[in-house]
């Protein structure tokens, strides 16, 4: 199997620019999550969708953040509009339900100018 | 709020020598726990869980529970310089998807 994808692997943009980063999981994986990485935050769980479903949005920091999921196979994560703080690495990872063993992907490092 | 300490390091160890690397936890209610590595520049993979307190082994790697103490710890015998790496700590509650990570103990083994 693939492994988990994700795109772009890196993206730079300026400030107030819509940023889109995608994620496609393991197939046969019900479960995907969203990851940001930060020196001074470390891995923090932005939502995660369970059967396509939103399940937990709380680590979303604010409405310029959003996440979609419209089908088993795809996942979009957009911020709108960017911001300087919004830099960092966001990883998609993938699991089967309730295992806590996650499969990452290789993340899209993202800086916002 | 769910909180997970680690010592951020860095730790050096001697190759060949245990490396020990531990994490706190303040949520009671955790069930299950785990065990990160991080290459620089990576992504995170895991390489132990341990739901039961007491010790579990795998291969170099130890892991080590005490819920009473609220505490997880990581042992790797015999300490290879491929074992350089961030270490993260990684706690949920029993049939809760939402995984709760430390911010890493960087490791570095000395040749």
């Known amino acids: 199997d693939a492994g988990v994808i994700q795109s772009p692997r890196h993206e730079v943009t300026e400030m107030g620019q819509e940023v889109t980063l995608r994620c496609k999981p393991i197939s046969g994986h019900n479960s995907l999550f969203w990851y940001r990485q930060t020196m001074m935050r470390g891995l923090e769980l932005l939502i995660y969708f369970n059967n396509n479903v939103p399940i937990d949005d709380s680590g979303m920091p604010e409405d310029r953040f959003s996440a979609k999921m419209p089908n088993a196979s795809f996942s979009t994560l957009k911020i709108q509009p960017s911001e300087p703080r919004d830099s960092a690495v966001y990883f998609c990872a993938t699991s089967l339900t309730r295992t806590g063993e996650l499969f990452f992907g290789e993340g899209s490092r993202l800086t916002v100018l | 709020q769910k909180e997970v300490e680690q010592n951020s390091g860095p730790l050096s160890v001697p190759e060949g020598a245990i490396a020990s690397l531990n994490c706190t936890y303040s949520?009671?209610?955790?069930?299950?726990f785990f065990w990160y590595r991080q290459y620089s520049g990576k992504s995170p993979e895991l390489i132990m869980f341990i739901y039961s307190n007491g010790d579990k082994e795998d291969g170099r790697f130890t892991a080590q529970l005490n819920k009473a103490s609220q505490y997880v710890s990581l042992l790797i015998r015999d300490s290879q310089p491929s074992d350089s790496a961030t270490y993260l700590c990684?706690?949920?509650?029993?049939?809760?998807?939402?995984?709760?990570f430390g911010t890493g103990t960087r490791l570095t083994i000395i040749p």
């Open positions: 990684a706690v949920n509650d029993f049939g809760n998807e939402k995984l709760t």
């Open positions: 949520d009671r209610g955790s069930q299950s």
